[in-house]
């Protein structure tokens, strides 16, 4: 099963790239060329790949998220509004409290990851008390975790006078790799004696990238070989088998959706601390918790695999958005592969089909062959 799940993945990458040259060839576009420019695009320059794993950080996250979820049965559709409320989390921790640096930094980690995870647990409870499902209550507070951030920023405590930011973090709570160092002058000098080393930390690259592997790891152990991850599953996996085994269903959904929240919270309070460092005012919804999914389903619900996904789906973002300036076309494009990808892993029963079209015909040939 898990070999047929990994041929399905990459036989639905290569479609979703199939599917791509189509679409590039209708544009009268050379496919190879358009591809060369997302690799290149991605990969090319130090500072490049460390955009690539600066935007990838949320979505493994939310990624490891949703799967999480997943494999407990449960749909988190709710991670776009989990990470809104991590996000204001850490900024608020971020931004008022006064605390020596790391210990700043770990602190505002945590809160936002609470504030993630007590946005979950409500989905939970709601579903495990009143038998509200998961899918339309975290739809719903997806759009009160946007207007509730939005909201924040109507305070004159929190937004920047004249702009449609908040104030900026505190430095201590910073995230970034020598994020201060970077801006002092010996860090000024050292970066201009050593070019490759300025491309890499140019963008700004953070901790949240010891956090998302670690968070993985974790994941994977809990899932795999705790007492905690086997009524999980057991959960998911049949619920009425496993409330006659004694299992509490209902504590299960809750702890379910909190540590899945939880994951997306951290997501938020990353991009916050290590990234923007401010919140803004939102015109719509970012994203991230929609490609976590995404990113979920290309890793089959691994969390391991979630790291490797993230970067391929940031990698195709990030190099994607260069077509428009290299070749004068959309850079959406890029959208519809990783579209074309998702349905492809989403319907295993289509590749069966196809598959079994293919190997009936070999049949049929050898069968013919052998008269």
Known sequence: ??????????????????????????????????????????????????????????????????????????????????????????FVIGYLLHLPPVIHAVFALLVGGLFGGLWGGIVGLLKSRFGINEVISSIMFNWIAFYFSNYMLSFDLFRKPGTDTSFEIQNTANIQILGNWKQSDAGIAFMQDNPVIRQILRPPLNWGLVLAVVTAIVIYYLIKNTTLGYQLKAVGYNPLAAEYGGIDIRRNQVVSMGISGFISGLAGAVTVLGVSLNIGVMASQEGYGFNGMAVALIAGNNPLLCIPAGLLFAGLNYGGGKLNSALNTYSEVVNIVIGIIIFFIAMPKLLDIIGGFFTGAKMKKDKEATK
Not at 16 to 37: H, Q, R, T, W
Not at 51 to 74: D, E, M, N, Q
């Open 1 to 90: 099963m898990k070999k047929n799940r990994m041929v399905y993945t990459l036989i639905s990458v290569l479609l979703g790239f199939l599917v791509g040259s189509v679409i590039f060839l209708i544009n009268d576009i050379n496919p190879l060329e358009a591809y060369k420019v997302i690799v290149l695009g991605a990969v090319s320059k130090p500072s490049y790949l460390s955009w690539v794993v600066v935007k990838a950080i949320p979505i493994i996250l939310t990624g490891i998220s949703v799967a999480f979820a997943f494999r407990t049965g449960l749909f988190n559709i709710g991670s776009e509004g989990q990470y809104i409320v991590g996000s204001i989390g850490a």
